[in-house]
T-cell receptor, first 118, second 112 residues
């Protein structure tokens, strides 16, 4: 079945560091990927929609200069948290949808990246 | 404010009991999905409902989509400790972009 891989799964770094998270669709192509953030004991909140070959679409309240998204190929989207601070510590999850074949296919989620900023 | 409200937020029951989780909204969704999430992992899709009034069964889990496509419920029969987890409903409003709006979540704990 369709698989989405995220890397790294866990990262700890100092305040002020920029961190890059990768999201790959392993056996299908995805022109659109989604990035979510989840704080402890809370639900997933959509941050942005990553579009292959064009600019990402950010949700209201999400700083595009803080969370840089690049979707350079049909199987890879990256989220870079620039100059990360402790308040950026969270669980970041990506998802992708296989656009080929049957319509209305569900989104497939990665296993998430736990980011801890000291 | 959460677009999709789930209730209850937390539920602790004994093995063998039945339970129902509700997902309510004032907005219409083109489809609605239910996920279960384990700690430290991404959500795993359980079911997708598309048609108003639709009922789907997955072993001991029964999912229903409201007639007006604004609400849904998940009923678990004879809960088992393996059912423990965070249950999330998620709806698609924008049929073009198909971004998911997640519910507030229901944390279920089934005691052996």
């Amino acid at each position: 079945g369709a698989v989405v891989s995220q890397h790294p799964s866990w990262v700890i770094c100092k305040s002020g560091t920029s961190v890059k998270i990768e999201c790959r669709s392993l056996d299908f192509q995805a022109t659109t990927m989604f990035w979510y953030r989840q704080f402890p004991k809370q639900s997933l909140m959509l941050m942005a929609t990553s579009n292959e070959g064009s600019k990402a679409t950010y949700e209201q309240g999400v700083e595009k200069d803080k969370f840089l998204i690049n979707h350079a190929s049909l199987t890879l989207s990256t989220l870079t948290v620039t100059s990360a601070h402790p308040e950026d510590s969270s669980f970041y999850i990506c998802s992708a949808r296989d656009l080929t074949g049957v319509s209305n296919q569900p989104q497939h989620f990665g296993d998430g990246t736990r980011l801890s900023i000291l | 404010t959460q677009l999709l409200e789930q209730s209850p937020q937390f539920l602790s029951i004994q093995e063998g009991e039945n339970l129902t989780v509700y997902c309510n909204s004032s907005s219409v969704f083109s489809s609605l999905q239910w996920y279960r999430q384990e700690p430290g992992e991404g959500p795993v899709l359980l079911v997708t409902v598309v048609t108003g009034g639709e009922v789907k069964k997955l072993k001991r889990l029964t999912f229903q989509f409201g007639d007006a496509r604004k609400d849904s419920s998940l009923h678990i029969t004879a809960a088992q400790p393996g059912d423990t987890g965070l249950y999330l409903c998620a709806g698609v409003r924008d049929t073009g972009r198909r971004a998911l709006t997640f519910g507030s979540g229901t944390r279920l704990q089934v005691q052996p």
